[in-house]
Structures are given as structure tokens and as C-alpha cells.
């Protein structure tokens, strides 16, 4: 277990790199911003000198690979973190510096355990792309496929689990403050951050993920994903089919292969829209980097390091609300926020439509340029505090993953409407999914489903009341406080101990810096 003085001294050298980028300011301000916390943050960034803009971008950039991907998840984040910084975090560029060649090939050798010769026929030793967490070659195999190699970085699943504790510490801590931090529940941010990371460093998910979304998109024509070779995939090496095609943001090169650019656009919102709310199970990492046009004109995505997914119910909610704020039905829209239990139950239904009210009526007979799905929904966050709506992580990162969506959209062609291309496919889902017909066939079959288990629980019922009989029932047992449940609570009773320790290490960590030791 880490010792808190070591949590305290990591988080002081990135306090210090957040203030010299300006990036604390805005938290030390906030008024919803603990008292502790702002002491600490006066104490870190004491004597350091701060930009006049904040760039938290560049601030997780210079604190290293794990606070890339934090950036990542808090970009998903504008009730946390705020809009100015949302919006910055999203030019965070998740690019370092490439591993020597041979470092790949080491790695690419220790993973499987024999000399990449005989696995590959022959690998570029430029990388086509160099990652916080892994670095791209272009290869052939032995067998003539030309792939796209992925390798992660020599020592990155060390250094991602010792920057990931800190973050579970200090989350754990800014939760115990209780009031806004708690709502906001920071621990489940940094639980799914820690998820979604695991996920991308071991590179058979990502395999994985890449096979079923391309099997959930199967009947989807003009958009594909790249064909996994299994037989050179494994946790530190991903190898896959080399797509030539045109990145979906040169516009002009697009143009030159003769694409229509708005067929594209129409194309990559439905896509998405079948992904999410039809599978449930979407890329949600649809930078303009990661989609390619083949000449034929079909999309396709690369790198899914991050996923995201809804179950049913969720998505039947998601498509609801969709379509009452297109719609203008916002008691509606509200009724779906209580039922979903997304606001709790002592607020008033009414209330909380008038509130949905305030946020689709400006957009309504908005000229198209002016229309944003993305508005929208950052209009929905900004009402949620005043209704004590805890965030909900699998619609944030579906929230971010929209508004990408819309951005590439809107650039490849300015005049769409994202609400006109996604009403008639969500209007026909919800006929073909939550319609009378729908309806009943679920009811018929989660009826046979519960008949069907009734004999296995009334074997379980039997297994935990016997009949009586045989020796008599014993008496209750009374209770006794274990061992290590009287060390679990001296160890709670030493909590004033580790405050002390907090600010006694902040104070060395301020020192350090102040007199040089540090840089």
C-alpha cells in the first residue's frame, strides 16, 4: 500500500506543473471548491510563475502519459472541470515522443517469445503514430497481409498503475469533503477512468472490441472496421488489417478522390446513432484521426482503445429524451429523467420540464447553422445541479463522443442539421423498440423467462429452509467484534494523523520547489 506522504509528494509536482500552465486557477476560484483544497492549492503554487490563459492541455501533456488520458476522461467532464476547460482539454494531442525501434522490436519479442522475424516478414522502424500508451508500424507478414502494428510502450502498465492510485487516493479524499465534490463523485470518474485505461493496455480488449463492433456493423453498407489477426494479437501486441484511405478531415484530398462530402457527413452521424442507441456498444473515440475514406468512399474507424456502452433501458431513455427535445415534448423528456432515476424523486416533475423548457426553445426555429446537438446537451448539464442530478458516466462519454460526431459532420458539410438527420432514425426506433407491438412481445417474454426460473427458485428455496426435523434449531450466535475490524477502526481514529501528513508533505513539496530541489 502507497503511504500517504508518497500520494502527497506526487501530487505536489503535478500541482506545481498545473499552476506554472495556469490550469488551478479556475478551481481555487470556484466557490463550490472545498476550503482545504484551496489552501492546499495556495500552498503548492506558491512563488510559481502562471500563464495568464490557462492551457490544461498543455499542463497534462507535460505530466505524462497518465495525465493525458485523465484529460481524455475529464474532457467527457463540463460539470467537473468547467466549459472553458472542457473545450481546451479537447485539443489535448495524445502524442510523445516514439520508443526506439529496437525497444519495439525487444517488446514485440518478449510478447512472444521468439524473434520477430518469424512473426513478421518485415515492420517500417517509423513509427505512423507514437502514443501515451502505444506506437504504430506499418508491417507485412510473413504470409504477404500488410498490417498495422500496435505495440504498447516499454513499462506503461507500471507507471499508468502508480499514477492511477494517486488518483483513487486524492478522489477518495475530495469526496469526503461531502457537498458539491460529493454530487460530482469524482471516485466514480477516476473508477471509470481506471476501467476504460485497463481496457486500452491490454491490447486483446481492444481486439476484442474491434471484432464486435465490425460484427454489430455488419449490415451497416459504407462504413467498416479493420480485420484483427489473431495470430500475432496478444495483451502487448495488436496486429491488424493496414487500411489506405484519405483521413476524413482532408477536405481537399476528399474532394480531389471525387467523395460527396455531405453523403459523408449523413453517413458518419447514422453510423454512430446505429451504434449507440440500435448495439448499444459505440467508438467512442471518433476523433477526426481515427476515421479514413476508402476510394470507394466507405468509413472506416481505427483504434478502439475506448469504448463506450448503454443497455437497452438506458438507450430506450437516451432515445426518448432525444426526440422530446427535438420535438419540443419536454414533460415528457422530464418524466423519462425521474423514471430513469437520474433526478431524485423530491423534485418536481413540472419544475424540471419548465427547466428542459428553458433549454430547447432557443434552439427551436434556429436557422441550421446555428443548431448544435452539443448546445444542447451542455444546456442539459447546466441544469442539473439545481435539481441534484448525479452525473451519469455512460452519457457523458457518449455526450463527447456526440458532440465529436457533430463536429466532423458540420466541417465535412456546414449546412447540416443534426437533429434532421438523427429524428427519423430515432422517431422509426422508437416505433420498431417501444411501440404496442414491442411491448408486448417483451412482456411475453420476460413472462415465459420468469415461469421458466420458477422451478430453480423453488429449488433454492428449499435448499435455505429445509424442512424441520433432525436436531433442533441452534440459538442465534452472538455477535463479536473481530480482530481486524477493531484495526479498521484505530486506523479510521488515525485520520487526523494523515491530514497531518497531507499538509506536512505539501509543505515539503513547496519547499523543494522554492529552494531548487525540484527544478
Request: glycine share 8%; aromatic share 8%.
Amino acid at each position: 500500500m502507497t503511504a500517504p506522504a508518497t500520494h502527497v509528494w506526487r501530487l505536489g509536482k503535478w500541482a506545481r506543473t498545473l499552476a506554472r500552465h495556469g490550469a488551478l486557477r479556475g478551481i481555487a476560484r470556484d466557490p463550490n471548491t472545498p476550503t482545504p483544497v484551496r489552501r492546499l492549492i495556495a500552498a503548492f503554487s506558491l512563488g510559481t510563475p502562471k500563464k495568464r490563459e490557462p492551457d490544461y492541455a498543455a499542463a497534462f501533456e507535460a505530466i505524462g502519459p497518465a495525465a493525458i488520458k485523465l484529460g481524455q476522461t475529464l474532457a467527457t467532464r463540463p460539470d467537473l472541470v468547467g466549459e472553458d476547460a472542457t473545450r481546451n482539454l479537447l485539443m489535448l494531442q495524445d502524442s510523445l515522443p516514439p520508443v526506439p525501434f529496437a525497444a519495439i522490436t525487444a517488446e514485440i519479442e518478449r510478447a512472444f517469445e521468439q524473434p520477430f522475424g518469424k512473426i513478421y516478414a518485415e515492420i517500417d522502424p517509423v513509427p505512423v503514430g507514437s502514443a501515451s500508451i502505444a506506437q504504430v508500424h506499418k508491417g507485412v507478414t510473413r504470409d504477404g497481409q500488410t498490417v498495422a502494428i500496435k505495440v504498447l510502450r516499454p513499462g506503461i502498465r507500471e507507471r499508468f498503475a502508480r499514477d492511477i492510485d494517486t488518483y483513487e487516493w486524492a478522489a477518495a479524499h475530495l469526496e469526503a469533503f461531502g457537498g458539491e465534490a460529493r454530487r460530482l463523485r469524482p471516485r466514480l470518474t477516476i473508477a471509470n477512468f481506471k476501467r476504460w485505461t485497463l481496457r486500452e493496455l491490454d491490447l486483446r480488449r481492444e481486439a476484442a472490441s474491434a471484432s464486435e463492433l465490425a460484427e454489430a456493423m455488419r449490415g451497416f453498407e459504407g462504413y467498416a472496421i479493420p480485420t484483427v489477426d489473431w495470430d500475432r494479437t496478444n495483451g502487448r501486441v495488436l496486429t491488424i488489417e493496414w487500411i489506405d484511405g484519405v483521413k476524413i478531415s482532408d477536405h481537399a484530398a476528399l474532394i480531389a478522390a471525387g467523395h460527396d462530402l455531405p453523403v459523408l457527413a449523413r453517413r458518419l452521424v447514422l453510423a454512430f446513432l446505429t451504434q449507440a442507441i440500435s448495439g448499444g456498444f459505440f467508438h467512442a473515440d471518433m476523433h477526426q484521426g481515427n476515421l479514413l475514406v476508402r476510394p470507394d468512399g466507405t468509413i472506416v474507424a481505427i483504434d478502439f482503445g475506448i469504448m463506450g456502452r448503454i443497455d437497452r433501458r438506458a438507450r430506450a431513455w437516451l432515445a426518448e429524451i432525444l426526440y422530446g427535445l427535438t420535438t419540443g415534448n419536454y414533460r415528457r423528456v422530464a418524466e423519462i429523467h425521474f423514471e430513469a432515476q437520474y433526478v431524485p424523486a423530491h423534485h418536481s416533475v413540472d419544475e424540471f420540464a419548465t427547466a428542459l423548457r428553458a433549454v430547447g426553445e432557443p434552439m427551436r426555429g434556429k436557422p441550421v447553422s446555428e443548431l448544435s446537438v452539443g448546445q444542447m446537451l451542455d444546456g442539459l448539464f447546466a441544469i442539473t445541479r439545481d435539481f441534484d442530478m448525479q452525473t451519469q458516466p455512460h452519457l457523458l462519454l457518449l455526450q463527447k463522443t456526440m458532440v465529436m460526431v457533430e463536429g466532423i459532420a458540420t466541417q465535412l458539410d456546414p449546412g447540416i442539421n443534426m437533429w434532421d438527420v438523427s429524428a427519423p432514425y430515432v422517431r422509426s426506433w422508437i416505433r420498431d423498440e417501444l411501440g404496442p407491438e414491442a411491448a408486448l412481445a417483451d412482456k411475453i417474454r420476460t413472462d415465459v423467462e420468469t415461469l421458466l426460473r420458477i422451478p430453480d427458485l423453488v429449488r433454492r428455496i428449499e435448499e435455505r429452509f429445509p424442512p424441520r426435523g433432525g436436531a433442533p434449531e441452534q440459538a442465534p450466535l452472538p455477535d463479536i467484534e473481530l480482530l481486524w475490524e477493531r484495526r479498521r477502526g484505530e486506523r479510521e481514529r488515525r485520520w487526523p494523523g494523515y491530514a497531518a501528513a497531507l499538509l506536512i508533505g505539501g509543505a515539503a513539496v513547496w519547499a523543494g520547489f522554492a529552494l531548487g530541489w525540484l527544478g
